[in-house]
């Protein structure tokens, strides 16, 4: 690509409303991350959060929060507490009681 047309692509409509779009998500980004810290203290994020291997894949189609049963902007102790709480209910040594289909169930 020469740098006329370069220049052309950076200036195109598609472009400026890419940049647009990118600086509203920042803009969200930095609104969500400011409750956060209002009701979480430990809550630090830092930009290697975005770059280190996932441990796990993400369904964005789920609300964890909402599986938690915790606000978005809980603090991490209670959102601790929210997962302790249930895998003391699903996990597999506390289903033993359960049958094997009650078991796929959850």
Not at 64 to 78: F, I, K, M, N
């Amino acid at each position: 690509m020469s740098a006329e047309q370069s220049k052309a692509f950076e200036s195109s409509p598609f472009m400026v409303k890419a940049r647009q779009q990118e600086q509203y998500v920042s803009q969200l980004t930095g609104e969500r991350d400011k409750m956060r810290k209002q009701t979480d203290k430990d809550f630090n994020p830092c930009d290697e959060d975005f770059t280190a291997p996932k441990a796990y894949d993400y369904d964005k189609g789920v609300n964890y929060y909402t599986v938690l049963g915790v606000d978005e902007y809980a603090p991490l102790e209670e959102i601790k507490k929210a997962y302790k709480k249930l895998s003391l209910i699903y996990h597999p040594d506390k289903m033993a009681s359960l049958s094997k289909e009650e078991q796929r169930i959850c």
